[in-house]
């Protein structure tokens, strides 16, 4: 994954494949955060054998994942104190992606997931 872009972005500039990371359920349809769910959805029904519980087996998920969105010119935004968007880059999109994955696929066992070791 390549560097990405880290200024503060106004929401009205807030494009379709932006991937919101926040815990705001108004978010969870925000048309970006709708893709992640098709493609993390897709990536899991692509790759059965992703014990998603699995820490190592759920970060190469969320690379692959993070890569899909950052494909389509998705970004992965974070609201400021001030209320603007930032891209919060690939490190925090990392970590978001795969406490996404485990919140819905992992605990409950869903599409991919698996058993803890």
């Known amino acids: 994954m ?5 200024e503060a972005i106004d929401s009205a500039r807030v494009q379709r494949f932006d991937v ?12 970006g955060n709708t893709y992640l769910q ?5 990536y899991l029904t692509e790759n059965p054998a992703v014990r998603i519980n699995m820490t190592e087996e759920r970060v ?3 690379v692959h994942i993070i890569g899909a969105i950052r494909n389509h010119k998705g ?5 400021t104190k001030r209320g603007t968007w930032k891209d919060v880059g690939n490190q925090l999109a990392l970590r978001w992606v795969s406490l996404y994955l485990k919140r819905q696929y992992g605990e409950e066992g869903g599409v991919g997931g698996g058993e803890e070791i």
Not at 2 to 6: A, I, S
Not at 38 to 42: H, K, L, N, P
Not at 75 to 79: E, Q, T, W
Request: net charge negative.
């Open 75 to 79: 970004r992965f935004l974070a609201k």
């Open 60 to 62: 190469t998920a969320s």
């Open 20 to 31: 919101l990371c926040s815990s705001d359920p108004s978010h969870v349809v925000h048309t």
């Open 38 to 42: 098709d493609v993390a959805e897709g």
């Open 2 to 6: 390549t560097g990405v872009n880290m």
